[in-house]
């Protein structure tokens, strides 16, 4: 499968930004999906995944009741929706697929990875 993750930018301190991750070469519906995000230095790290059927969903505890994960399986994309954003969000954000799995939050499941997509949030 392959992911283009887009709608990265610039963005001041509380405002918002709308992820989209677009799939395709394998059916969407099959794969659990999850966002990620990697700071300069630091480790990627966990940010939200959202069952096949969206039924679950689960969010890293510093962007919990901030961020929002969704998906559209008849459109093969899914959406990280990201609302008051803070510095510490700054990261290059990687959307995931993690084949046959019905959801995960493991980092080490995700089997096909997009290109990343650049967030900066200045203060």
């Known amino acids: 499968v392959q992911l283009q993750a887009s709608g990265g930018g610039l963005v001041q301190a509380g405002g918002s930004l709308r992820l989209s991750c677009a799939a395709s070469?394998?059916?969407?519906?099959?794969?659990?999906m999850g966002w990620f995000r990697q700071a300069p230095g630091k480790e990627r790290e966990f940010v939200a995944a959202i069952s096949r059927s969206s039924g679950t969903t689960n969010y890293g505890d510093s962007v919990k009741g901030r961020f929002t994960i969704s998906r559209d399986n008849a459109k093969n994309t899914a959406y990280l929706q990201m609302n008051s954003l803070k510095p510490e969000d700054t990261a290059v954000y990687y959307c995931?697929?993690?084949?046959?799995?019905?959801?995960?939050?493991?980092?080490?499941?995700?089997?096909?990875w997009g290109q990343g997509t650049q967030v900066t949030v200045s203060s």
């Open positions: 070469g394998r059916t969407f519906s099959r794969d659990a």
């Open positions: 995931a697929a993690a084949r046959g799995w019905s959801f995960t939050v493991r980092l080490s499941e995700y089997d096909f």
